[in-house]
């Protein structure tokens, strides 16, 4: 197949790219690895759109962090992404990290983040009396921010496809043609694209991708981190984003609410050899109740649900980079995307749109783009009378197959058949939380995977979490 412009990477960042370049006549295509969107690091993080008030000042993250914020309000609206800005605390719990809130202040203004603000120690256990009650004061930042990570993944891609864009999932990059100082295309595990133009937003792996064009001069260190998950009803919570005042080694562990309820407790930095290796253990586990309960000391561990981890894409050597380069034309590397990647996505986008008209790239507006799009309906969240409206119109919508967070048969045929069909189990819970309340799928699992071996003809057997060899069923029983 020949496009125009191949996004190597289906994360927050590929698929940001991805949808801001379907704003001109041009065809795009995205490929990935994973069998959905959302890569690696986009699926699990923090949930959290930063405004980019702890950045290094005049970087090219700050630039991007803080250039982003601002658009989180309509982009969220126009694509249906619960998003919600709860603002964060900084407490200072020692005298030491008392003494340090003028200089975090003065960095936040000089990345042009001036809504900072000092709070006592009284307004700081006022706005969430479950903090430390030695606190001595901290800082306020009001457009820190909760999103569904997923859904945000998920709502990029699929806007990028009502505009035309094309998504080609489980397919791996193997290598890049060039012709002469030129890239022509890419091998895939699914056949040659030939395309004009390439972008390498492979996240923990674009240093792999780089090294198929030589330039691999940097390396991704997968950084771990690992967190827990609270219940919805567990008695110690947050208001706000609670942040600890950073090292010189960390931003340290936080405690969250997240945009549906629960408590989000964590996350440790490891840095790790593996990118595959997202196990928890109970070293780091430990870390994370030592740490927060310094912050939080009612914070209730025993209500955790489950715990997960997830890879940042660590470069060495640091720093955010969006290159590129003389020798290699009509090719953008884009590496160093870590905790703030979530949020500058969309900058990213942008970005990359910019340097591909330097580099020449005839790009010309639609008078079409379609700036909406709707997710799928969530019968919970519908009045009464609406509810029986839809039943009425299809049966399957009043069949509740996640009990702990009300999930209908009806919306699990609507993600399966999406723009971007959910063909897995995890690629369903991400769309629609079945699987992740208080049983984590203990009451749902099977239903669901009947559902998708009933909607995609195959047969329960084959039904796969996430990637090619995670099969739920290994045989019958009965």
Not at 41 to 63: F, M, Q, R, V
Not at 88 to 112: C, G, M, R, S, Y
Request: net charge neutral.
């Amino acid at each position: 197949m020949k496009t125009d412009v191949l996004v190597i990477g289906a994360g927050a960042v590929g698929t940001a790219i991805a949808r801001e370049l379907t704003k001109y006549k041009l065809d795009v295509t995205c490929v990935d690895m994973r069998e959905d969107v959302g890569g690696d690091c986009s699926k699990s993080n923090s949930a959290i759109i930063h405004t980019g008030y702890d950045a290094k000042p005049g970087t090219l993250e700050s630039e991007l962090v803080v250039s982003a914020n601002p658009a989180y309000d309509k982009l969220t609206k126009d694509l249906d992404i619960p998003f919600e800005r709860i603002g964060a605390i900084l407490p200072a719990i020692t005298d030491e990290q008392f003494e340090k809130l003028p200089e975090i202040k003065a960095k936040a203004v000089k990345n042009k983040v001036y809504d900072v603000e000092f709070l006592s120690k009284e307004r700081i256990l006022e706005m969430e009396p479950n903090i430390n009650p030695e606190v001595k004061g901290g800082l306020f930042i009001p457009r820190e921010s909760i999103i569904d990570p997923f859904l945000f993944v998920v709502a990029m891609a699929e806007n990028a496809v009502a505009n035309g864009a094309k998504f080609l999932l489980s397919t791996k990059v193997t290598g890049i043609r060039k012709e002469g100082d030129r890239v022509v295309g890419a091998e895939t595990t699914n056949g040659y694209i030939e395309a004009d133009y390439i972008i390498n937003a492979g996240g923990l792996f674009c240093d792999e991708v780089a090294s198929f064009v030589g330039k691999d001069e940097y390396k991704v260190i997968p950084r771990k981190g690992q967190f827990y998950i609270l219940d919805k009803n567990t008695e110690c919570k947050v208001n706000h984003i609670v942040l600890p005042i950073p090292t010189a080694t960390t931003k340290g562990k936080l405690m969250t609410p997240t945009i549906h309820g629960n408590m989000l407790v964590g996350p440790t930095a490891e840095d790790l050899d593996d990118k595959f290796d997202k196990s928890t253990n109970k070293l780091g586990l430990d870390s994370i109740r030592d740490d927060v309960t310094k912050l939080i000391p009612n914070v209730k561990l025993q209500d955790t649900i489950t715990q997960y981890a997830g890879l940042r894409a660590n470069r060495n050597p640091e720093g955010l980079n969006i290159d590129t380069y003389e020798d290699v034309k009509h090719y953008v590397n884009l590496s160093g995307v870590r905790s703030t990647g979530l949020t500058n996505s969309i900058s990213c986008g942008t970005y990359v749109a910019n340097l591909l008209r330097d580099m020449g790239l005839e790009m010309v507006w639609k008078d079409n783009f379609i700036e909406k799009r709707k997710g799928i309906t969530r019968i919970k969240d519908l009045p009464k009378e609406e509810q029986h409206k839809k039943i009425l119109e299809n049966p399957l919508y009043g069949n509740i197959v996640c009990r702990c967070e009300t999930v209908t048969e009806g919306e699990i045929v609507d993600a399966i058949h999406s723009p971007i069909p959910a063909t897995t189990v995890d690629a369903i819970k991400r769309r629609l939380r079945a699987g992740m309340g208080r049983c984590q799928g203990g009451f749902c699992g099977p239903k669901v995977i009947e559902i998708i071996a009933r909607e995609l003809g195959i047969e329960p057997k084959d039904v796969r979490k996430n990637n090619s060899e995670s099969y739920m069923v290994c045989g019958k029983v009965k």
